[in-house]
């Protein structure tokens, strides 16, 4: 199965039909793109790409045989931003594609450490791309388009060639105060709608979820109400990825006159990969670990790792009283500044538990009066406000189960996209041209799907 010159495919191999482990291909002219690679685990991951449980022994990610067969073929491996779903499988199957990869700068630095525990830093090619540039990668020609997500240097891509044009979205909301980074500007997705997109690959996480994303810059009051009124040490739990929430809280932490600590690995190579790259210019100095337990409770502020219950985490640690350098209180405080994700809510309930034993005063979305978690990701309205902006011919929804890839065509329906393309892992979209019905293909206009079926590699 080859694309000729007047094809343009897509077909993805992970990400479809399920919320993790994004990889997908574009094909034109006999030529081959991914777009990430990334992981899920065992028990899932959150939203944002970040693993539920802690163990490596439990990554799982898609079956790479289509493009291993086709590695001659591939011209590149373009990774849109950090997050764990998008660029955790680089550096188990880079080796089966040996190809170049292109990403922006925050993202190559993540990518760096990654590959350096691997010990691949010397072998994988990674070129840092400057967004506001556009790229010929073999036969496809990329413009990257500036997003607001969860973390720094969110792209989606518009991928030409000369059979047609797509919009791949990524991970993205449109946040007008994300408080690190740029704010979203209608005009850049307006633009796009001059440049004739055949089809928008489109987030679908949270298009069964009525209404507009809310600003990651609107937690900051509730976020501090919380930590003025606690009377002790305050932990705050969140995803370990989201340096902008790092920073609402290192603020708070300053304003408040407590004492910053990061608990938990993630969280702290996230804070020296943004600083390394320009993204961190708030505290400069965290407290020691070690000096934790030493320090008056009431001028404490900690951000741990650990919001989902996963095991070995810090916060984890500390509701069982394990970890090595202090130990909660009563009178102290958690805020959990994070959204439940499904399959996790026993392990959450018997983490709260155990805190409430402890006589910890534990704060989360359903208690709290104030906003003090917002996804990454776009809402109903949002996603209308995209589509009737960039003005696609079709839509096909991606990240997301069932349910959510079906919400997704429902909104685009809704204003007006002339079509919507919904399958899974392993079906073959044809985005030019259409040849009529072949091996299982469903027509649907200029735009079709064939099911191909692949299967998982575990």
Not at 268 to 289: H, L, M, Q
Not at 291 to 313: C, F, N
Not at 404 to 409: D, I, K, S, V
Request: some cysteine; hydrophobic content about 40%.
């Amino acid at each position: 199965m080859t694309p000729d010159e007047s094809d343009f495919w897509f077909l993805p191999l992970g990400g479809t039909g399920e919320i993790g482990m994004n990889l997908n291909l574009y094909g034109h002219n006999g030529r081959w793109l991914m777009v990430d690679c990334g992981v899920t685990f065992e028990s899932g991951t959150d939203v944002d790409g970040e693993p539920i449980l802690g163990a490596r022994a439990h990554v799982q990610m898609a079956d790479p045989q289509f493009i291993t067969d086709r590695k001659d073929k591939l011209d590149g491996l373009i990774i849109t931003h950090a997050h764990e779903d998008h660029i955790g499988a680089v550096p188990y199957l880079w080796e089966r594609f040996q190809c170049p990869i292109y990403t922006t700068a925050y993202t190559a630095e993540i990518l760096r450490r990654k590959l350096q525990e691997a010990g691949l830093t010397e072998k994988v090619p990674v070129h840092v791309v400057d967004a506001d540039t556009e790229l010929d990668v073999g036969v496809f020609h990329l413009q990257w388009v500036r997003l607001t997500h969860s973390i720094p240097e969110p792209f989606g891509l518009v991928i030409s060639t000369p059979a047609g044009r797509v919009f791949h979205t990524a991970d993205w909301k449109l946040d007008a105060a994300p408080v690190l980074g740029e704010r979203y500007q209608a005009q850049d997705y307006q633009a796009l709608a001059e440049l004739d997109i055949d089809a928008m690959v489109c987030d679908s996480t949270n298009a069964d979820v009525p209404g507009w994303s809310a600003s990651e810059a609107s937690l900051y009051k509730g976020l501090k109400h919380h930590v003025e009124q606690a009377s002790g040490r305050v932990v705050v739990t969140c995803f370990g990825s989201n340096i902008a929430r790092l920073r609402t809280i290192a603020d708070i932490a300053q304003e408040t006159g407590r004492h910053l600590g990061l608990l938990g690995r993630s969280l702290i190579n996230t804070y020296t990969a943004a600083k390394r790259t320009g993204f961190w210019s708030s505290v400069e100095t965290f407290v020691d670990p070690h000096h934790l337990g030493y320090l008056p409770k009431q001028t404490v502020l900690l951000v741990a790792t650990g919001s989902q219950g996963e095991p070995r985490t810090a916060l984890n640690r500390l509701s069982h009283n394990s970890f090595r350098d202090m130990q909660l209180e009563p009178g102290d405080t958690v805020i959990f500044s994070s959204k439940v994700i499904p399959g996790n809510e026993a392990a959450i309930e018997a983490l709260i538990e155990r805190l409430k034993a402890m006589q910890i005063d534990v704060i989360t979305e359903d208690n709290s009066r104030m906003p003090i978690h917002a996804s990454g990701h776009p809402a109903m309205d949002e996603l209308k406000a995209m589509y009737e902006w960039v003005k696609p011919r079709c839509s096909i929804p991606v990240h997301g189960e069932f349910h959510h890839l079906r919400a997704n065509a429902r909104v685009a329906k809704s204003v007006g996209v002339p079509e919507q393309l919904e399958g899974k892992n392993g079906d073959m979209y044809f985005i030019a041209p259409v040849r009529g019905i072949r091996r299982g293909a469903v027509k649907t206009g200029r735009l079709g799907l064939i099911n191909n079926k692949l299967k998982k590699l575990f």
